[in-house]
């Protein structure tokens, strides 16, 4: 999975702690995979990516599978996505996307983040076999949308060395208010 953002006028900044503490906060411990990430903006396209680092030492509900799975996609994917945001409202910069999100801020990201900001579309593929003790991911949000009285954010995200080892669509609604 390419991503056009990545170009040579890219700026890549290290997602900070706050961000990471807030976005992560809500999951028990043993579920934070997300290890450490870096926000990628270009000059060229209206794209914001979230590159990131996962550990998954052991699964939390099941035995071994020996490989990454659907359940621990979506948890991460979910991490990448809480993150990305979280550092988006966090550290305010200008952006195409700030014209279609309008005032949200920390506080209302924190009131919002577990009881109504849900996926309500998801594909995803699974191509390779991917060790899940140490991966790179990545989330690319591609647009904003307004529509009945919802933020709809269109992404894409991959996980794996060259982000095709599993990856996928994914439409996420945040009610306005």
């Known amino acids: 999975m390419s991503t056009a ?11 900070s702690e ?9 999951y028990t411990p043993e579920c934070r995979y997300l290890k450490s990430a870096q926000k990628v903006i ?7 990516v979230l590159n990131a680092e996962f550990s998954i030492p ?3 509900y099941i035995e071994s599978t020996g490989h990454f799975n659907a359940v621990e996609a979506n948890i991460c994917l979910n ?11 966090a550290q305010r910069f200008t952006h195409p996307f700030w014209e279609k999100l309008g005032t949200f801020d920390l506080e209302e990201f924190k009131e919002k983040q577990l009881a109504k900001m849900f996926i309500i ?19 690319r949000w591609k647009g904003l949308s307004m529509k009945m009285g919802l933020t709809l954010c269109q992404a894409d995200f991959g996980f794996g060395h060259g982000y ?9 609604a945040i009610p306005s208010h």
């Not at 270009?42 to 914001?48: G, L, M, Q, R």
């Open 58 to 60: 052991r699964s939390f």
């Open 121 to 139: 579309s998801l594909s995803s593929r699974f191509r390779k076999s991917l060790d899940a003790r140490a991966f790179p991911g990545r989330i």
């Open 79 to 89: 991490q990448m996505s809480y993150l990305l945001f979280a550092e988006f409202v």
């Open 164 to 172: 095709d080892s599993a990856y996928g669509d994914v439409v996420f």
């Open 5 to 15: 953002s990545e170009t040579r006028t890219s700026v890549r900044t290290r997602v």
């Open 18 to 26: 706050s961000s990471m503490h807030l976005a992560l906060n809500p």
């Open 42 to 48: 270009s000059s060229e396209v209206p794209d914001i």
